[in-house]
């Protein structure tokens, strides 16, 4: 009897914990209990696997970027081997974020070979023209004008003439994009490689052109890539070859080097790209430069935006639903077992406020599915009581004690309900293994949830028996069966 | 209140019952791929194939009026002129034509706001704190169908060897067998409710299999367990034995289910739309294996 007063205090301490632990440490809650969205970025990588370098390269790129974007709040994780999931709350547009966040951002600066002047000249020209006719389309399809379409439609077949370079995709937008890619692609072939990139760079910041109403972005160097650049920039001073700044693969700008930078090169360790840029790419960019490049590109291959309306719905559906769900199950189990089941409602209870609090502990995040783990563990949790007053009915029935019957019943129902509890842990175990981000939820709460309920069911719930069994007046046998088919 | 169940006498019965419901399964799953649109054993969600749902508010004085889908998608392809994101677009309204539901295949972040954008002129304003939008890359799709096919296989494997490890292997291949018919059934149940009501199975339908395996092997260990425990104080003959086992557990099995039913019917009823078919799934599987644990599985192990 001393060992089970001992338990008892010892339930009721972990109680007040529990209690202390949830007022203290509020639970945390799911974008989709609290709005907000929710990126899941994908690692592309040609050959082989991603390895755990190139995932915490990734990552800390991101990171980086994501903090430089000064959104609020964000959490940044990696999932598997090779994606990664950003989370930002509240009302953030996931627009401006994927835009930062989807580019490799590869810096790269290069000289013009010797003798390529005539051909640069002709290719920029090309360019212009194409971007001209992009704009072009975009307008005459809101208008949805064809006869410019079809003017658009010429003009690309004279550029590809003159580019000799057939286009081979279906559409008029494709192709565009696609000669465009094309004229790029050409323009960089003009220009020698050298040992200047992005991570060169210290610093990247963004101001107005004085002239008119274009954004700059001003980059600043580490000490060798400052003496990398003057070096450059004197071995083309005063020539016809021009310094190209290249951005992903395509030139966002190329400039000349002034004759009097022939002795020394451009120095002070700084440089400026001015493209025009609108003030919202000058910011991109900025973000992107000051993260560094990736060092292997990445995909957003899912968005989820869930409103804080909805959010709150949510909270609101699940509070009811497993309120209901705990109600109608004590009014079962009082209704089949009478003090029995009172007893596994108490311990119900107790297993609420421990699930709640080890999620406030771990800490696990409160997701829709991980409410309805919570919810559908109860099922689990009453199971093992069920199992175990079946039991003690069938000793009460054949006449034993009651304490004898108490006894007995736990022990008999012990291997079953460990079996039960087992298969259930195997498969949350497997899903929390290989489950997305949304599953995993899932498998956490039901998982936890069953191992708790093997502690409540069998621990406490014999407790709280036991205590109950000490006063005389709740030891009637009529309290534990019902009455019509006692004489049974 | 003890219960009677004549397992010896209505094993036939049994039997055919389950034969006649896995046939409706597998007749479910070959029409379903071979004479839906969709070419698959089931109607695969935005989860498997990718895709973007889109769920909104409008925001209505009083009532909102009423608003056919068809002149919606009629506005929103002047402005679109044939443009992809109007391929398979399909749109509904809820809730006394207070909420719109839209399915178009994945679109960009910055495609998917456009639309927005568009609807809120047509038929706004719409209430944006109430949005709820997903979108899925074809990629992500398929890494998603394969890692939950793998969960389920590695899972149902690691069941299987538990049980073979923990009964002999009667009792095991039995179990088994019972389980494997609760997971037909409740696939054969959502392939039919594709054909019928185009209702999709999303990842969570995977996760409600894999519970359900948990839920329906753990009934039948129950059962079984109470078998060998009364065969090894034989009074009486083995099918006798069995039957008596049966009718022992029964108030168990079937209380169980029902203190599990409920927790799952509360959340149908109160909870998210998001668990509605999940929720409904793991109903179903629990029935299923119930039924499964109670009559079939003890009935397969009768001699003749």
Redesign the interface.
């Known amino acids: 009897m001393k060992r089970r007063q001992g338990w008892l205090f010892f339930i009721i301490f972990l109680l007040t914990l529990s209690v202390y632990l949830l007022i203290n440490y509020p639970l945390q809650l799911g974008l989709d209990l609290q709005g907000g969205s929710q990126l899941t970025l994908q690692i592309i990588k040609e050959e082989g696997n991603v390895t755990r370098d190139e995932l915490e390269a990734v990552n800390s790129v991101i990171d980086k970027r994501v903090n430089n974007l000064g959104v609020s709040e964000s959490n940044l994780q990696t999932l598997g081997g090779d994606q990664l999931i950003l989370e930002l709350p509240g009302e953030q547009n996931p627009l401006v974020a994927s835009r930062v966040l989807g580019k490799t951002a590869l810096l790269e600066f290069r000289t013009q070979k010797e003798g390529t002047s005539t051909d640069l000249k002709t290719l920029q020209l090309q360019r212009l023209i194409i971007k001209e006719l992009i704009e072009q389309y975009t307008l005459a399809e809101k208008s949805q004008n064809d006869n410019n379409l079809k003017v658009i439609q010429e003009d690309l077949k004279d550029i590809e003439q003159e580019l000799n370079y057939s286009s081979t995709s279906n559409d008029l937008y494709g192709k565009l994009i696609e000669i465009k890619k094309y004229v790029d692609k050409e323009i960089i072939n003009l220009f020698i490689k050298t040992d200047l990139s992005g991570k060169d760079l210290i610093n990247a910041g963004r101001r107005q052109e004085q002239t008119n109403s274009n954004w700059e972005v001003l980059l600043t160097f580490s000490n060798s890539g400052g003496e990398k650049f003057s070096e450059i920039t004197k071995s083309i001073a005063g020539t016809n070859q021009l310094l190209a700044i290249i951005l992903d693969g395509e030139s966002i700008s190329e400039a000349s080097v002034g004759s009097q930078f022939s002795s020394t090169g451009i120095t002070g360790g700084s440089a400026t790209i001015s493209g025009n840029f609108s003030a919202e790419d000058a910011r991109e960019l900025e973000v992107q430069l000051k993260g560094g490049s990736l060092p292997l590109p990445i995909e957003i291959v899912e968005t989820n935006t869930i409103g804080a309306l909805l959010g709150s719905k949510n909270i609101l559906k699940s509070l009811y639903a497993a309120i209901s769900g705990l109600i109608f199950v004590g009014i079962f189990m009082i209704f089949n077992y009478r003090i029995l089941g009172f007893v596994s409602v108490l311990s119900l209870v107790l297993y609420g406020f421990f699930n709640l609090a080890l999620y406030s502990l771990i800490p696990v995040t409160l997701t829709l599915p991980g409410i309805s783990g919570l919810i559908l563990s109860i099922g689990m949790a009453v199971d093992a009581n069920i199992l175990i007053f079946e039991r003690i009915r069938e000793e009460l029935y054949e006449g034993n004690t009651l304490t004898r019957s108490i006894d007995s019943g736990f022990q008999r129902a012990n291997s079953s309900i460990v079996d039960g509890h087992i298969t259930t842990l195997l498969s949350c175990f497997v899903l929390f293994l290989l489950g997305t981000n949304f599953v995993k939820g899932f498998a956490a709460t039901l998982g936890i949830g069953v191992l708790i309920s093997l502690f409540t069911s069998l621990n406490c719930s014999k407790t709280i028996l036991r205590f109950f069994t000490t006063y005389q007046s709740l030891r009637q046998k009529n309290l534990y069966l019902p009455r019509n088919n006692f004489s049974n | ?2 219960f009677n169940l004549e397992l010896i006498k209505n094993k036939k019965k049994i039997i055919s019952i389950s034969t006649v419901l896995i046939l409706l399964s597998l007749l479910g799953i070959l029409y379903s791929t071979f004479n839906t649109s969709y070419k698959k054993p089931i109607n695969l969600g935005m989860d498997f194939v990718g895709g973007n749902e889109l769920r ?1 508010e409008r925001v209505c004085e009083g009532e909102c009026s009423n608003v056919s889908p068809d002149s919606v998608l009629e506005n929103l392809r002047e402005i679109y ?1 044939n443009k992809n994101v109007l391929n398979n677009i399909k749109l509904q309204f809820q809730n006394n034509n207070k909420l719109i539901s839209i399915r178009t295949p994945y679109l ?3 495609e ?2 456009n639309l927005i954008t568009n609807l809120d002129n047509i038929i706004g304003p719409l ?11 074809p ?2 799709g398929k890494r ?1 169908l394969t ?1 939950s096919f ?2 389920l296989l ?2 149902l494997f ?2 299987s060897l ?1 049980i073979t490890i ?1 009964f002999d292997k009667k009792y095991a291949l039995f179990a088994l067998l019972a389980l494997f018919h609760d997971l037909f059934i409740v696939f054969g149940i959502f392939s039919w409710l594709g054909i019928i009501l185009s209702v999709e199975v999303n ?2 339908f ?2 409600s299999l ?2 359900i ?3 329906s ?2 009934d039948t ?2 059962i079984f ?1 109470r078998i060998r425990e009364n065969l090894k104080s034989k009074k009486e003959g083995y099918n006798e034995t069995i039957q008596l086992s049966v009718n ?2 029964f ?2 099995t079937t ?2 289910s ?10 149908i ?4 739309y ?2 509605f078919w ?2 409904l799934a ?1 109903s179903l599987g629990i029935i299923v294996g119930s039924y499964s644990s109670i009559l079939l599985a003890p009935s397969l192990l009768l001699k003749d």
């Open positions: 209140m003890k909104i002129n960009s972040i910055e998917s706001n209430n944006y704190e109430s949005k709820d939008s997903r979108l899925i890359g990629k992500l998603l890692n793998t969960s590695v899972s690691a069941i538990y923990r990842s969570l995977a996760v894999l519970t395996a948990g839920y092997v753990n260990v129950v367990d022992e557990s108030r168990r209380f169980t029902v203190t599990t039913l409920i927790p799952l019917l509360s959340i009823l109160f909870g998210s998001s668990l999940f929720s793991l």
